[in-house]
């Protein structure tokens, strides 16, 4: 892989970024690429908003009026991505990110908020990249697996903890 480019954008207020979480989130896109295989330059958008953020678009987007912890807009299918004739880049799409949500999952699940951030870049990263669980079967567990074996790579395992130092 030659370079990726992710744009974080915080778009909430409900929910303070903890120091080092927009890191980690472009650490996440790497590990996920790099574990894909995925080779040359790619861009990834990542939106921070908060519950009511998040219902709308899914509502505008999905048709589904509810509150969500993540949601993946792939710009590319099978492979083939619109590239960014500036940077020559693929674009890969877009991941919007619950804040409220992740701080509640990671209080559900007894882990940290970055951990939980962790586990839902991961996870939008591979809808990106063309994996889905929405039918369930082995495609879902496949999906799990890819999760698992990138979340371990991270040093995020489940029921471990993440948690970085101020200069992370």
């Known amino acids: 892989m030659e370079r990726i480019k992710v744009t974080i954008e915080n778009k909430q207020k409900a929910i303070k970024v903890p120091t080092g979480v927009r890191l980690l989130i472009r650490r996440c896109c790497h590990a996920v690429l ?3 295989g995925f080779t040359g330059s790619a861009e990834v958008d990542v939106s921070l908003v908060d519950n009511e953020q998040i219902r709308t678009i899914n509502r505008e987007q999905r048709q589904l009026d509810i509150a969500t912890d993540v949601l993946s807009f792939p ?13 020559g880049a693929a674009m890969l799409g877009d991941i919007v990110l619950s804040m409220e949500r992740a701080q509640t999952q990671a209080e559900e699940y007894g882990h940290s908020l970055q951990r939980e951030v962790g586990y839902l870049t991961v996870h939008s990263m591979l809808h990106l990249l063309g994996y889905d669980h ?3 079967g082995l ?7 890819k999760e698992e074996f990138v979340m371990l790579q991270m040093g995020l395992p489940r029921g471990g903890s993440y948690v970085m130092s101020e200069e992370g």
């Open 134 to 136: 929405v039918e369930g």
């Open 34 to 36: 790099e574990a894909e």
């Open 75 to 87: 710009l590319g299918e099978d492979g083939n991505y619109d590239i960014n004739p500036a940077t």
């Open 139 to 145: 495609e879902a567990v496949h999906m799990r697996e």
